[in-house]
């Protein structure tokens, strides 16, 4: 007997780096799980890795008729969605000056949109399912600042509040929503980062896909008292600066 033996599991960018590891970890706890990306051929190897449990769902989280079919499709072979893990995002870089309105608005489409798509699509599967939980990644750029991503930064920030708004929504239904804010993890995202940007942290390292899973697994399998909060796991980036030291007089 797993821990989330009854449960149905969509996750979206599920086709690598964190999502592939939130899949996998959902998938050995005994869910069954919807792998969705926009990735086919990595998304279904992700499936097929898992076995049984896993199948591969072409998902466009920026397309609302993607999650109709998404809802569909799930529902037809695993039965009502009782954990969404908005997951997928992109970064894109530039100055608030220089990024071009088309790329600030994919940015906030795949990551804000997408996951207020997801919750108002698979809301009535959630109810349906007699409660459940919704997890969405954000990131530390929803607890702070960052230069040269700005649109990046709004949409985390965005979607901590959604967070809020759907947790009180939501509550009568059974269905827990909370945000995730991992530090730099070590994924296809992050692949142009050197290490050194992880040089001041407390804990001075990327920090890996499986680590936030099981945060995802917490959430989702024991933190049954907490909804519309915040899980922080960053190696302590956020914690303070340590750059302050006495002077000389
Ligand atoms: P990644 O680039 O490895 O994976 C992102 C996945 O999202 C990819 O498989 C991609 O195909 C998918 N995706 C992109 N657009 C999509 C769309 N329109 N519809 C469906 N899927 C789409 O990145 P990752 O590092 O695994 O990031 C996962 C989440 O974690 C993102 O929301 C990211 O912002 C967040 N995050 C990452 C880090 C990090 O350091 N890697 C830190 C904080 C937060």
Redesign the pocket.
Known sequence: MGRLDNQVALV?????????AVARLLADGGSRVAV????DD??ASVASAIGERARYLH?????EE?WNAALKNVEDSFGPVSVLV??????EWGSIEEQSLASFRRVI???LQ?PWLGMHTLAPSLRRAGGGVVVN?????GLMGYSEIGG?VAS?WGLRGLTKAAALELAADGVRVCS???????????AG?DESFAAGQPIPR??E?EE?ARMVLFIVADATYSTGVEFVLDGGSTVGSTALTAQEE
Do not use: W
């Not at 969705?36 to 990735?39: K, N, R, W």
């Not at 995730?180 to 992050?190: A, N």
């Open positions: 979206t960018g599920a086709a690598r780096g964190i999502g592939a969705a990306d926009v990735l990595a998304g998902l466009d989280v920026t397309e993607s908005n997951n997928a995002g992109v970064v489409d795949i990551n997408g990644v954000s990131s530390t750029a990046y985390k995730v804010h991992p530090g730099p993890i070590r994924t296809p995202m992050t980062m990327f920090g896909p936030v």
